[in-house]
């Protein structure tokens, strides 16, 4: 499932999913509230949730599906990429970062760190190790 207030950014982030691998976009949220309801629904495996949305942002999405029994991976987008933001996705629960800027390139690193298809088990360390695992 893809979360992103711009129409636009959705729909190519949905495209370049199904395009790139075994991926089948279930569905395309653009507000916090309609990603809350349509993950109940959809019961997605892979969530790809932008932080910056009006009203109920990203963080508090992502808080709140993590929340959740069987709860999706959760990777936060952003093109405002700092260290407050890298900060708060980890806080809020989210499995991954990846900045828009970098969403092609980082979306496979993302992928194998989150789905293990290396075949080694990985885990995040302290938030400044975050970003250098997907923006390689």
Sequence with gaps: ??????LQFASAV???????GNFEVLASANSGG????????????LMFIDI???????????S??????????????TLEDSEEHRIGAMEAGADAFLPKDNFAH???AAVE?????SGLKKEFGP?????PSLDT
Aim: with cysteine.
């Design 14 to 20: 949905a495209q370049f999913l199904a395009c790139n």
């Design 106 to 108: 980082g979306f496979h």
């Design 1 to 6: 499932m893809v979360v992103d207030d711009s």
């Design 113 to 117: 760190l989150l789905f293990d298809t």
């Design 34 to 45: 309609d990603a809350l309801a349509r993950t109940s629904i959809e019961r997605p495996d």
């Design 127 to 131: 938030p400044a190790a975050l970003a």
């Design 52 to 62: 910056s949305m009006p009203g109920m942002n990203g963080l508090a999405v992502t």
């Design 64 to 77: 709140l599906i993590k929340g959740r029994e069987a709860a999706p991976k959760v990777v936060m987008m």
